[in-house]
Protein backbone atom coordinates (compact mmCIF):
# COMPACT_ATOMS: atom_id res chain seq x y z
CA UNK A 1 0.00 0.00 0.00
CA UNK A 2 3.01 2.24 0.86
CA UNK A 3 4.67 2.01 -2.49
CA UNK A 4 0.97 3.20 -4.63
CA UNK A 5 0.66 5.64 -2.32
CA UNK A 6 4.58 6.87 -3.46
CA UNK A 7 3.45 6.41 -6.80
CA UNK A 8 0.90 8.03 -7.23
CA UNK A 9 2.61 10.96 -5.60
CA UNK A 10 5.42 10.55 -7.59
CA UNK A 11 2.70 10.78 -10.79
CA UNK A 12 0.77 13.66 -9.05
CA UNK A 13 4.23 15.64 -9.23
CA UNK A 14 5.01 14.95 -12.86
CA UNK A 15 1.71 15.88 -13.80
CA UNK A 16 1.84 19.33 -12.21
CA UNK A 17 5.25 20.03 -13.66
CA UNK A 18 3.92 18.67 -17.50
CA UNK A 19 1.43 21.08 -16.88
CA UNK A 20 3.50 24.01 -15.66
CA UNK A 21 5.80 23.40 -18.82
CA UNK A 22 2.44 23.24 -21.30
CA UNK A 23 1.50 26.58 -19.71
CA UNK A 24 4.74 28.03 -19.83
CA UNK A 25 4.85 26.52 -23.83
CA UNK A 26 0.89 28.28 -24.32
CA UNK A 27 1.97 31.84 -23.16
CA UNK A 28 5.33 31.81 -25.09
CA UNK A 29 2.79 30.87 -28.36
CA UNK A 30 0.39 34.19 -27.08
CA UNK A 31 3.42 36.11 -26.71
CA UNK A 32 4.42 35.48 -29.87
CA UNK A 33 1.01 36.27 -31.37
CA UNK A 34 0.69 39.63 -30.44
CA UNK A 35 -0.62 38.90 -27.01
CA UNK A 36 1.67 39.87 -24.44
CA UNK A 37 -0.14 41.04 -21.53
CA UNK A 38 -2.52 37.56 -21.50
CA UNK A 39 0.91 35.70 -21.72
CA UNK A 40 2.29 37.72 -18.72
CA UNK A 41 -0.93 37.04 -16.63
CA UNK A 42 -0.56 33.08 -17.44
CA UNK A 43 3.39 33.67 -16.36
CA UNK A 44 2.45 35.65 -13.22
CA UNK A 45 -0.41 33.04 -12.34
CA UNK A 46 2.48 30.34 -12.59
CA UNK A 47 5.41 31.69 -10.25
CA UNK A 48 4.30 31.38 -6.57
CA UNK A 49 4.04 27.02 -6.81
CA UNK A 50 6.82 26.56 -9.57
CA UNK A 51 9.11 24.03 -9.37
CA UNK A 52 12.90 24.98 -9.38
CA UNK A 53 13.42 22.78 -12.35
CA UNK A 54 11.19 24.77 -14.77
CA UNK A 55 12.58 28.13 -13.10
CA UNK A 56 15.29 29.19 -15.88
CA UNK A 57 12.40 28.17 -18.76
CA UNK A 58 9.67 30.59 -17.00
CA UNK A 59 12.29 33.50 -16.33
CA UNK A 60 13.36 33.09 -20.08
CA UNK A 61 9.47 33.07 -21.41
CA UNK A 62 8.75 35.97 -19.06
CA UNK A 63 12.00 37.84 -20.58
CA UNK A 64 10.58 37.66 -23.48
CA UNK A 65 6.70 38.71 -22.65
CA UNK A 66 8.46 42.18 -20.84
CA UNK A 67 10.45 42.78 -23.87
CA UNK A 68 7.16 43.12 -25.58
CA UNK A 69 5.50 44.96 -23.34
CA UNK A 70 8.67 47.44 -23.00
CA UNK A 71 9.68 46.37 -19.73
CA UNK A 72 13.17 46.36 -20.24
CA UNK A 73 14.81 46.34 -16.93
CA UNK A 74 12.58 44.05 -15.50
CA UNK A 75 13.02 41.43 -19.15
CA UNK A 76 17.00 41.85 -18.15
CA UNK A 77 16.24 41.15 -14.45
CA UNK A 78 13.94 37.82 -15.65
CA UNK A 79 17.15 36.63 -18.42
CA UNK A 80 19.78 37.22 -15.62
CA UNK A 81 17.28 35.03 -13.19
CA UNK A 82 17.15 32.03 -16.42
CA UNK A 83 21.15 32.30 -17.02
CA UNK A 84 21.48 31.87 -13.44
CA UNK A 85 19.52 28.90 -12.62
CA UNK A 86 20.78 27.07 -15.68
CA UNK A 87 24.49 27.83 -16.32
CA UNK A 88 25.17 26.09 -19.22
CA UNK A 89 22.44 27.52 -21.47
CA UNK A 90 24.41 30.27 -23.09
CA UNK A 91 20.78 31.72 -24.66
CA UNK A 92 19.31 33.68 -21.47
CA UNK A 93 22.97 35.93 -21.73
CA UNK A 94 22.57 36.66 -25.04
CA UNK A 95 18.89 38.02 -25.47
CA UNK A 96 20.16 40.09 -22.36
CA UNK A 97 22.73 41.21 -24.34
CA UNK A 98 20.61 42.15 -27.29
CA UNK A 99 18.21 43.61 -24.98
CA UNK A 100 20.96 45.91 -23.54
CA UNK A 101 22.13 46.94 -27.11
CA UNK A 102 18.63 48.03 -27.83
CA UNK A 103 18.40 50.20 -25.09
CA UNK A 104 22.28 51.66 -25.56
CA UNK A 105 23.99 50.15 -23.22
CA UNK A 106 26.84 48.81 -24.47
CA UNK A 107 28.70 48.27 -22.20
CA UNK A 108 26.28 45.67 -20.30
CA UNK A 109 26.26 44.54 -23.40
CA UNK A 110 29.52 43.22 -24.25
CA UNK A 111 29.64 41.43 -20.56
CA UNK A 112 26.45 39.64 -21.29
CA UNK A 113 28.09 38.34 -24.48
CA UNK A 114 31.12 37.62 -22.76
CA UNK A 115 29.32 35.69 -20.57
CA UNK A 116 27.66 33.70 -23.54
CA UNK A 117 30.77 32.69 -24.62
CA UNK A 118 32.23 31.39 -21.56
CA UNK A 119 29.72 28.80 -21.57
CA UNK A 120 31.37 27.04 -24.81
CA UNK A 121 28.34 26.23 -26.67
CA UNK A 122 29.31 26.13 -30.25
CA UNK A 123 26.65 27.70 -31.61
CA UNK A 124 26.09 30.21 -29.16
CA UNK A 125 29.37 31.24 -29.93
CA UNK A 126 29.50 32.05 -33.17
CA UNK A 127 26.29 34.02 -32.65
CA UNK A 128 27.79 35.98 -29.68
CA UNK A 129 31.13 36.51 -31.76
CA UNK A 130 28.89 37.97 -34.73
CA UNK A 131 27.50 40.69 -32.33
CA UNK A 132 30.55 41.33 -30.61
CA UNK A 133 32.58 41.94 -33.74
CA UNK A 134 29.55 44.13 -34.86
CA UNK A 135 29.90 46.23 -31.13
CA UNK A 136 33.36 46.86 -32.08
CA UNK A 137 31.94 48.24 -35.55
CA UNK A 138 29.92 50.39 -33.49
CA UNK A 139 32.07 51.74 -30.59
CA UNK A 140 35.48 52.38 -32.92
CA UNK A 141 33.29 54.76 -35.31
CA UNK A 142 33.64 51.73 -38.46
CA UNK A 143 29.60 51.42 -38.43
CA UNK A 144 28.68 54.90 -38.16
CA UNK A 145 30.99 55.56 -41.06
CA UNK A 146 29.43 53.29 -43.04
CA UNK A 147 25.65 53.82 -42.12
CA UNK A 148 26.28 58.11 -42.56
CA UNK A 149 27.57 57.23 -46.52
CA UNK A 150 24.99 54.93 -47.47
CA UNK A 151 22.85 58.09 -46.55
CA UNK A 152 24.63 60.02 -48.36
CA UNK A 153 24.52 57.83 -51.32
CA UNK A 154 20.80 57.68 -51.32
CA UNK A 155 20.09 61.22 -51.37
CA UNK A 156 22.16 61.11 -54.66
CA UNK A 157 19.73 58.70 -56.60
CA UNK A 158 17.64 60.21 -59.13
CA UNK A 159 14.00 61.48 -59.15
CA UNK A 160 11.94 60.36 -61.69
CA UNK A 161 9.67 62.58 -63.54
CA UNK A 162 6.45 61.77 -60.91
CA UNK A 163 8.72 63.12 -57.54
CA UNK A 164 9.43 59.71 -56.48
CA UNK A 165 12.66 57.87 -55.87
CA UNK A 166 13.68 56.22 -59.07
CA UNK A 167 12.24 52.62 -58.86
CA UNK A 168 9.24 53.51 -56.29
CA UNK A 169 6.04 53.73 -58.00
CA UNK A 170 3.58 56.70 -56.80
CA UNK A 171 0.83 54.04 -56.75
CA UNK A 172 1.05 52.18 -53.07
CA UNK A 173 -1.31 49.67 -53.18
CA UNK A 174 1.18 48.90 -56.23
CA UNK A 175 3.93 49.74 -53.98
CA UNK A 176 2.99 47.03 -51.37
CA UNK A 177 1.93 44.37 -53.84
CA UNK A 178 5.73 44.38 -55.23
CA UNK A 179 7.07 44.42 -51.63
CA UNK A 180 5.50 41.21 -50.09
CA UNK A 181 6.48 39.98 -53.70
CA UNK A 182 10.17 40.95 -53.39
CA UNK A 183 10.92 41.11 -48.98
CA UNK A 184 14.42 41.30 -49.91
CA UNK A 185 14.34 44.10 -52.33
CA UNK A 186 11.84 45.82 -50.20
CA UNK A 187 13.97 45.38 -47.25
CA UNK A 188 17.46 46.94 -48.67
CA UNK A 189 15.24 49.78 -50.24
CA UNK A 190 13.20 50.60 -46.86
CA UNK A 191 16.97 50.25 -45.03
CA UNK A 192 18.20 53.03 -47.33
CA UNK A 193 15.24 55.07 -47.38
CA UNK A 194 15.37 55.60 -43.69
CA UNK A 195 18.94 55.53 -43.69
CA UNK A 196 18.18 58.89 -46.29
CA UNK A 197 15.85 60.34 -43.79
CA UNK A 198 18.25 59.92 -41.18
CA UNK A 199 20.79 61.76 -43.26
CA UNK A 200 18.60 65.09 -43.81
CA UNK A 201 18.23 65.86 -40.33
CA UNK A 202 21.68 64.93 -39.79
CA UNK A 203 22.25 67.77 -42.27
CA UNK A 204 19.70 69.59 -40.45
CA UNK A 205 21.68 69.83 -37.60
CA UNK A 206 20.66 66.76 -36.12
CA UNK A 207 22.90 64.31 -34.45
CA UNK A 208 23.31 60.08 -35.33
CA UNK A 209 22.58 57.97 -32.61
CA UNK A 210 23.76 54.55 -33.33
CA UNK A 211 22.63 50.82 -31.71
CA UNK A 212 24.01 47.52 -32.52
CA UNK A 213 20.98 47.07 -34.84
CA UNK A 214 19.90 48.95 -38.02
CA UNK A 215 16.02 49.65 -36.98
CA UNK A 216 17.47 51.30 -33.74
CA UNK A 217 19.31 54.07 -35.13
CA UNK A 218 18.04 57.07 -34.27
CA UNK A 219 18.58 60.76 -34.49
CA UNK A 220 18.82 63.73 -32.04
CA UNK A 221 17.14 66.63 -34.35
CA UNK A 222 18.47 70.18 -33.27
CA UNK A 223 14.34 71.11 -32.72
CA UNK A 224 14.71 68.95 -29.94
CA UNK A 225 12.52 65.90 -31.68
CA UNK A 226 13.99 62.54 -31.69
CA UNK A 227 13.63 61.11 -35.59
CA UNK A 228 12.86 57.13 -36.02
CA UNK A 229 13.50 56.97 -39.37
CA UNK A 230 12.52 53.52 -40.04
CA UNK A 231 8.85 54.44 -38.41
CA UNK A 232 8.55 57.30 -40.27
CA UNK A 233 9.17 55.48 -43.64
CA UNK A 234 6.71 52.67 -42.56
CA UNK A 235 3.99 55.74 -41.89
CA UNK A 236 4.78 57.29 -45.44
CA UNK A 237 5.04 54.15 -47.55
CA UNK A 238 1.95 53.24 -45.63
CA UNK A 239 3.03 49.54 -44.84
CA UNK A 240 4.40 47.37 -42.39
CA UNK A 241 8.08 47.03 -41.82
CA UNK A 242 9.77 44.39 -44.23
CA UNK A 243 11.19 41.58 -41.91
CA UNK A 244 14.42 41.37 -41.36
CA UNK A 245 16.17 37.75 -41.32
Known amino acids: MFFKVLEWGVRLVYR ?6 ETIGKATQWQAEGRASEALTLLEELRPALHTTLVPLHRFALGHTLVS ?7 EAAFAEAAQGDPKNPRPDIEAALLCARRGDHSACRTWLVHA ?26 LGAEL ?14 CDAPLGLSPDRDRLRTW ?3 HPDEAR ?27 EDTRVACADGRTCDPFAEVAELLLFDTPQRD
Not at 16 to 21: N, Q, S
Open 148 to 161: TERGRQMSLRVLSD
Open 16 to 21: KRFRAA
Open 188 to 214: ELFDELALWLAWTEVQRGGRWVFRLFL
Open 69 to 75: LGRWDEA
Open 117 to 142: IEKQDDVADERAAGFLQRLDQLESGE
Open 179 to 181: AEA
